[in-house]
């Protein structure tokens, strides 16, 4: 700024001059996109530019085009967790995503029923939830197409789904019932079920938190903790006179307000902090109705949302401030009506779905700019507050078109005042005439690491700190240029001058107390402000209330927080054309006119919040007392002595700013350089030690790993060993019903050679009595002797007869039980050579498995011995390099290094005759397992051979046996039995040969298995000693590289070669 003060205000006056809009000349055109039959394309083919009619970037509509052409109407939308991307479903369950910055859209399903509701914020980015008209809801990916789950539990349509801020779960809400959903595994994990005379309205997660809120038709809310499902509180039942009938829902960001509405236009704020009604806000009276509510988020509040959008019966959504309850900006019309809408997270974009079917996108910053157009002139009406005495008149604020007026506080208001009151920053909108709480060092930094850049305003910022040292130290630097930055946000160069004007001319003498308030400055005005109006004086120093109270205030902010952006332009073209004492002039005289509400407040609080807040205040008559001031104040007290003239900025170059304690900047300087190298030191331990943790738990993980592969051998093994166990007792569950089966046999047998030789005696008895019946004539002529004689013969032949097949019974008898004795004792002998057999292989393995651990162990000892060995030589080497060049100052140090080495020298040759015992004892154990192996061979040999000469004994035990009985059945005569007896002997024969000759089968097939069982793990420990080998091998090499990076940053300097001595 290079001009003298009248054109400083010409350029002021020039400014507030071409801030309207020219009226003539048509609006630009809409831009419009036919999806048509395309399955993916571009939005649009020009973005508009922010000037666009009424904020509409694009208008999207759906046709087919045929015999009969007709449009596709959208039902809803939803944007993603970023912002950019957009999900929209029609009526014919097409769904659609539409790519904001990449300018793309692509249909992603067709379901072919309408969805009810959809839900675009999963912790997968690229799956989406949509509810349809059969009552389900369905899980789709965006990029494969695929369905990915389906649930099914309501029994009437899904109004509302809600997503976690995490995006693992999901709650769905219905009118008889709300489910919530594991997003993981896509079941149910519990059920909210209501009465029917009850109904739900709608449930949902409370963000940035585990609650969940549930709302009733009866108006009844309640909040549940999420992870107990346990009931945290309910809302109370709002003032009487204020009751409503809650239809649709919204909740801010940070999850602090809670707004309801319904069929009324009034609006219920409450905090769910204190759990109770802070506001109502009053709609104008057109809105009949509230259909939608949806809170319009902003980059920069934190969380804290103050724009809210409340679509009405009318299809027109107005966006109020629900703290100044100021009607920013409205969308919609009577001839375009909004059906729904949804707002962007990142606050960039608004989705609205038109009463025709089509779907508008508008920017945020094109209504933003519409709606901060000069306002027209408002007609204030001032209200007696003391007439409103029910609770719901002091909550009550009207939504107008200008800035809300608050009363005055006084004593009987205190407790109205601190529930209107909410500790809140402004919106994006409303900025131009708004300021926040403050801006500080800290919150920049955390918009520079969360943006990479600062906005615009904070340019200017950047260009005075680098002016001065001092501007980067001084908190309140932003304060004082935020107006200048918004009057030239176009032009940053004339803005950094004019502020650099201001800071030379009108801020004189502020920064020699530096980092205090400007004490000598506050002191004029306190003196001032004396001499003219001793009461208020007296009144502010009462209550304690300092010029840093209710002066600096308006110094650092330079008004823009306490008045209009007309009034402060007609203010600085007076400050810039008087001497700068006016300046300070002006601030008292603005005490003086709010001398009124001054002498009511009676707390500090209060005196705060009045000069940190815009009040009923007529400039005009402030200006005018601004020049009595100057005109009526003694010289000894007049500022204008101690402050310079105007003096505008050199040319050719910026004068040098050094009105301030160097020593304390300097120092400030100093300090905060420290702490970043600090900060840098400690982010790179930090990483490191996330490095190493990283390693470790991969190592962890790993080693895992192998522990559970080895606890799956185990159990493998062990589930082997179950399964031949219970073969085991199949068989011989199985070997037992095959002998009682062959006992059936034998008794049957037995039966049948007892039926087939009562049959043969019969028939010789009929014989014989044939024939004594054709001798009897011959008999009969015998005298009685010889008829007596041959019944003794008779007789005698019948006894001898039993005599021999009692004979014959009971060596059958002897001989089965002699074959049983025999076929038991082979068994016996033959478990006993199994189990002696599965002992002997146990050891073996056993002693094989302890020998192969303590030789993995020893050589996983010694690699990891010798990696340190390694590793301390090259470290050794590297220190030697750095010894070399420090060897004349560190002669001391020198010979601890020798012995370090030395000793290092001695651990590994102790670690070389310790590897070469392992290995010796690794032979003898080797050696012993083959002698054993041996040992084990000759005693299966000398097994072999002891079960070939019992075979041998038995059949010639059996032979002696049949010829024995064959030499008394020829005696006898009877040939039949001497057959039978023959057959059997064969057939005992073959089954003792058979019975051995299996159970070797068995225990060479049991021995294969345990061998191939053995190659098997000897495998597999093979495989995991050269994996660790391999692993070993990977840690050599990153301790080698990590040695050759350090040496390349720190290249040792080269001296005479030294030789290290043991």
């Not at 209330?545 to 007609?570: D, H, I, N």
């Not at 166990?725 to 037995?750: C, D, G, I, S």
């Amino acid at each position: 700024m290079r001009a003298a003060s009248p054109a400083a205000a010409a350029v002021g006056g020039a400014l507030r001059g071409g801030g309207g809009r020219g009226s003539g000349g048509a609006g630009p055109r809409m831009e419009s996109s036919d999806l048509g039959g395309r399955q993916q394309g571009p939005i649009w083919h020009r973005k508009p530019g922010p000037a666009a009619r009424r904020g509409v970037i694009v208008n999207i509509i759906h046709s087919t085009k045929g015999y009969h052409s007709k449009t596709i109407r959208f039902l809803n939308v939803a944007f993603d967790s970023s912002g950019d991307s957009l999900l929209a479903g029609d009526h014919q369950g097409n769904i659609y995503v539409f790519d904001l910055n990449g300018n793309r859209f692509n249909l992603v399903q067709r379901t072919m029923q309408a969805c009810t509701a959809l839900a675009f914020n999963l912790r997968r980015k690229t799956e989406f939830l949509v509810a349809l008209a059969d009552y389900s809801i369905k899980c789709f990916d965006t990029e494969t197409k695929e369905l990915v789950s389906w649930m099914r539990g309501h029994d009437s349509s899904v109004s509302s789904i809600s997503v976690h801020s995490s995006g693992r779960y999901a709650i769905t809400t219905s009118t008889d019932t709300a489910q919530l959903w594991d997003l993981d595994t896509f079941q149910r994990k519990r059920k909210l079920n209501v009465r029917q005379s009850v109904g739900i309205q709608k449930v949902f997660f409370l963000p940035l938190s585990n609650t969940i809120l549930s709302c009733f038709k009866d108006n009844s809310v309640f909040a549940w903790e999420f992870d107990t499902l346990h009931c945290k509180y309910r809302l109370p039942t709002p003032v009487e006179g204020s009751v409503l009938l809650y239809k649709v829902f919204a909740v801010t960001r940070d999850g602090r307000i809670f707004v309801a509405g319904g069929k009324s236009n009034h609006l219920h704020l409450w905090c769910l902090e204190s759990k109770q009604l802070i506001r109502i806000i009053q709609m104008p009276a057109k809105v009949r109705a509230v259909r939608h509510l949806e809170f319009l988020p902003d980059r920069f509040d934190g969380g804290s949302n103050q724009v809210l959008g409340v679509l009405s019966q009318d299809n027109i959504m107005r966006f109020i401030h629900i703290e100044t309850c100021k009607l920013l900006f409205d969308i919609g019309s009577h001839e375009e009506g909004i059906s729904t809408a949804a707002a962007s997270p990142n606050g960039r974009y608004i989705a609205s779905v038109m009463e025709n079917g089509s779907l508008n996108l508008y920017s945020v910053q094109a209504l933003a700019q519409e709606g901060n157009k000069p306002p027209p002139a408002v007609f204030k009406v001032v209200e007696d507050w003391s007439k409103c005495t029910s609770e719901t008149n002091k909550l009550t604020m009207k939504v107008t078109s200008g800035r809300s007026e608050r009363p005055w506080k006084s004593k009987g208001s205190k407790i109205q005042t601190r529930l209107l009151k909410l500790q809140v920053n402004t919106s994006l909108e409303n900025k131009e005439n708004e300021l926040p709480g403050g801006l500080n060092k800290k919150r920049l930094r955390a918009l520079l690491k969360g943006f990479g850049e600062y906005p615009a305003k904070y340019r200017t910022l950047s260009a005075l700190a680098h002016w001065s040292a001092i501007f980067a130290e001084t908190p309140y630097i932003p304060l004082l240029a935020f107006p200048f930055v918004k009057l030239f946000q176009n032009n940053q160069l004339i803005c950094f001058e004019v502020v650099a004007t201001v800071v030379v001319n009108f801020c004189q003498h502020w920064f020699e107390y530096f980092p205090n308030p400007p004490v000598n400055v506050l002191s004029m005005m306190e003196n001032i402000l004396a001499h003219h109006d001793k009461e208020l004086l007296q009144h502010l120093i009462k209550y304690s209330v300092t010029s840093q109270v209710y002066a600096w205030p308006l110094l650092e902010t330079l008004f823009s927080e306490v008045l209009t952006r007309e009034e402060w332009l007609k203010v600085f073209d007076n400050i810039f054309s008087n001497h700068p004492s006016y300046f300070l002039m002006i601030v008292v005289a603005y005490i003086i006119c709010s001398r009124a509400p001054l002498l009511h407040c009676n707390q500090t609080g209060d005196f705060e919040y009045f000069f940190h807040h815009r009040n009923n205040l007529d400039i005009n008559v402030v200006i005018k007392e601004a020049y009595h001031l100057m005109e009526a104040t003694p010289l000894d007290i007049h500022p204008q002595r101690m402050l310079d003239d105007f003096i505008p900025l050199t040319k050719g170059q910026y004068p040098v700013f050094n009105k301030y304690p160097k020593f304390i900047v300097d120092y400030q300087t100093q300090e905060r350089e420290r702490i970043r190298q600090d900060e840098i030191e400690y982010l790179r331990e930090r990483q490191l030690a996330h490095e190493l943790e990283a390693k470790a738990q991969e190592r962890k993980a790993e080693d895992e790993a192998w522990y559970r592969k080895q606890e799956l051998l185990r159990e493998a093994e062990e589930q082997r060993q179950k399964m031949l166990l219970e073969e085991e007792e199949k068989l011989a569950e199985q070997r037992q019903r095959l002998a009682a089966v062959k006992r059936e046999l034998k008794v049957k047998e037995l039966q049948f050679l007892d039926a087939s030789r009562r049959r043969f005696l019969k028939y010789q008895q009929d014989q014989r009595q044939m024939e004594l019946k054709r001798l009897d004539d011959e008999i009969a002529r015998k005298a009685s002797m010889r008829e007596q004689e041959t019944a003794a013969t008779v007789q005698d032949v019948e006894v001898r007869r039993m005599e021999l097949e009692s004979q014959r019974q009971l060596f059958e008898q002897h001989l089965i039980k002699d074959q049983e004795a025999v076929t038991k004792e082979v068994k016996e002998e033959v478990d006993a050579h199994r189990r002696r057999v599965d002992l002997e292989d146990h050891l073996v393995q056993r002693l094989m498995e302890t020998d192969r651990e303590e030789k993995l162990k020893a050589q996983i000892v010694a690699e990891e011995n010798l990696a340190k060995a390694e590793q301390k030589s090259i470290d050794i080497d590297w220190r030697l390099q750095v010894l070399h060049k420090q060897r004349r100052d560190d002669q001391d140090r020198e010979k601890r290094y020798e012995e370090i080495a030395k000793l290092l020298h001695d651990n590994g040759v102790k670690e070389a005759e310790l590897l070469k015992a392992m290995r010796e004892a690794e032979e003898k154990k080797w050696e012993e397992v083959i002698q054993k192996k041996a040992q084990l061979e000759e005693e299966q040999k000398a097994s072999a051979a002891a079960d070939k000469h019992r075979k041998q004994f038995l059949e010639d035990k059996m032979n002696d046996a049949l010829e024995l009985a064959e030499k008394l059945q020829r005696e006898d005569g009877y040939f039949e039995r001497l057959r039978d007896l023959k057959a059997r002997r064969t057939e005992r024969g073959v089954e003792l040969q058979q019975v051995p000759r299996s159970g070797n089968i068995c225990l060479n097939d049991l021995s294969a298995s345990e061998s191939s069982s053995h190659m098997s793990l000897d495998r597999r420990r093979e495989e995991l000693a050269c994996q660790e080998r391999e692993l070993m091998a990977e840690v050599r090499q990153l301790r080698q590289k990590l040695t050759s990076q350090a040496r390349t940053r720190h290249p040792p300097t080269r001296f005479q070669a030294t030789k290290w001595t043991p």
